[in-house]
T-cell receptor
Framework: NAGVTQTPKFRVLKTGQSMTLLCAQD?????MYWYRQDPGMGLRLIHYSVGEGTTAKGEVPDGYNVSRLKKQNFLLGLESAAPSQTSVYFC????????????FGPGTRLTVT | GENVEQHPSTLSVQEGDSAVIKCTYS??????FPWYKQELGKRPQLIIDIRSNVGEKKDQRIAVTLNKTAKHFSLHITETQPEDSAVYFCAANSGGSNYKLTFGKGTLLTVNP
């Protein structure tokens, strides 16, 4: 049982390049999330999904897109990376039902130059 | 939407002392309040949570108190140890949602030996 995993762990992009971050969970969780963490800013929700095939915007969605084609995977895309997207990105997942613990992945450190 | 304020942003204590971190929230519909601990370079992990139907919850050296009238909740760590050094985040579920959390900006706790 691997829990929540993220790929890649580190990445350096040039401004304007694109990339996709992959999140996978093996806990059969319905809900999945993408957060970004910046110094002094806490964890801010980018997008989330309450089930396969559904996604919704969070607090800071601009410049990102997501897809949830399979229940266990949640992809975060950057179409044209900007230096402001330099951050640590965390994926999380949780059970459906009452508000519950969110399980986080190990994070992806992204630098955009 | 929900707004969660967390104080202090940094806290330094001597080993064996107590530490208290406070959070306030804005949405009276919120009913789930988790606390996460994030060690340097690691993922956030849940350490304790409380629901609105109780005023206090304890787990060994950690306790959380909730005052729904005043819309604030606090984390109390007693007999602090160096391994308690980490960033602590409070959160509240937005609008009573069972799937969306709003996080505070975090408190860096340093326990000095």
């Amino acid at each position: 049982n691997a829990g929540v995993t993220q790929t890649p762990k580190f990445r350096v992009l040039k401004t304007g390049q694109s990339m996709t971050l992959l999140c996978a969970q093996d806990m059969n969780h319905e809900y999945m999330y993408w957060y970004r963490q910046d110094p002094g800013m806490g964890l801010r929700l980018i997008h989330y999904s309450v089930g396969e095939g559904t996604t919704a915007k969070g607090e800071v969605p601009d410049g990102y897109n997501v897809s949830r084609l399979k229940k266990q995977n949640f992809l975060l895309g950057l179409e044209s990376a900007a230096p402001s997207q330099t951050s640590v990105y965390f994926c999380a997942s949780t059970l459906a039902g009452v508000a519950y613990e969110q399980y986080f992945g190990p994070g992806t450190r992204l630098t955009v130059t | 939407g929900e707004n969660v304020e967390q104080h202090p942003s940094t806290l330094s204590v001597q080993e064996g002392d107590s530490a208290v971190i406070k959070c306030t929230y804005s949405d009276s519909a919120s009913n789930y309040f988790p606390w996460y601990k994030q060690e340097l370079g690691k993922r956030p992990q849940l350490i304790i949570d409380i629901r609105s139907n109780v005023g206090e919850k304890k787990d060994q050296r950690i306790a959380v108190t909730l005052n729904k009238t005043a819309k604030h909740f606090s984390l109390h760590i007693t007999e602090t140890q160096p391994e308690d050094s980490a960033v602590y985040f409070c959160a509240a579920n937005s609008g009573g949602s069972n799937y969306k959390l709003t996080f505070g900006k975090g408190t860096l706790l340093t326990v000095n030996p």
